[in-house]
T-cell receptor, first 112, second 114 residues
Framework: EPEVTQTPSHQVTQMGQEVILRCVPI?????FYWYRQILGQKVEFLVS????????KSEIFDDQFSVERPDGSNFTLKIRSTKLEDSAMYFC??????????FGPGTRLTVL | AQSVTQLGSHVSVSEGALVLLRCNYS??????LFWYVQYPNQGLQLLLK??????LVKGINGFEAEFKKSETSFHLTKPSAHMSDAAEYFC????????????FGKGTRLHILP
């Protein structure tokens, strides 16, 4: 069964460093998303991406964040200068025309 | 704006007892509704969804939910709890556009008592 994959599963970084979180969506999907979940809190929408551009972004998705689909398979989330409060689980999701989003297993980002 | 309210951050039921997790939503238009489950240290798995048609929706692992428009509710139930049901459950809503974001509730942690 096709699934969304994410790497790495756990990323530890120093405050101020850049991180890139990687996702491989399901191959025939057209819509891509990033969400995050701070420990003990609810899952929050960050950004949606379609046709090689951002469709919508939340207030959380400020200038420190960017997304890219560098090739036909990967979908990345970059945080330019990480802050302590960026520590969270980051989930990638993808969907086709049926409006069901499939989530990856997540990347746990720890900023020290 | 859409929102989701889950009543009870923690719910405990005995093994074999009825599971009822409550969810109310707010939306200006009929939304899509979802329940996701998250096991410890794992990602989000879709339990069931309501898009259109029959208001009683059956999902995986014996769960079901009923969409009640008049009550703006989408409560999750399971007739008989199993130890393996212990997890975090998220109710969620999205608009009916294909690329619309999902808005999640704060989650309910389900504890199963032996």
């Amino acid at each position: 069964e096709p699934e969304v994959t994410q790497t790495p599963s756990h990323q530890v970084t120093q405050m101020g460093q850049e991180v890139i979180l990687r996702c491989v969506p399901i191959s025939n999907h057209l819509y891509f998303y990033w969400y995050r979940q701070i420990l003990g809190q609810k899952v929050e929408f960050l950004v949606s991406f379609y046709n090689n551009e951002i469709s919508e972004k939340s207030e959380i998705f400020d200038d420190q964040f960017s997304v890219e689909r560098p090739d036909g398979s990967n979908f990345t989330l970059k945080i330019r200068s990480t802050k302590l409060e960026d520590s969270a689980m980051y989930f990638c999701a993808s969907s086709d025309l049926a409006n069901e989003q499939f989530f990856g297993p997540g990347t746990r980002l720890t900023v020290l | 704006a859409q929102s989701v309210t889950q009543l009870g951050s923690h719910v405990s039921v005995s093994e074999g007892a009825l599971v009822l997790l409550r969810c109310n939503y707010s939306s200006s238009v009929p939304p899509y509704l979802f329940w996701y489950v998250q096991y410890p240290n794992q990602g989000l798995q879709l339990l069931l969804k309501y898009t259109t048609g029959a208001t009683l929706v059956k999902g995986i692992n014996g769960f079901e939910a009923e969409f009640k428009k008049s009550e703006t509710s989408f409560h999750l139930t399971k007739p008989s709890a199993h130890m393996s049901d212990a997890a975090e459950y998220f109710c969620a809503v999205s608009d009916r556009n294909r690329d619309d974001k999902i808005i999640f509730g704060k989650g309910t942690r389900l504890h199963i008592l032996p």
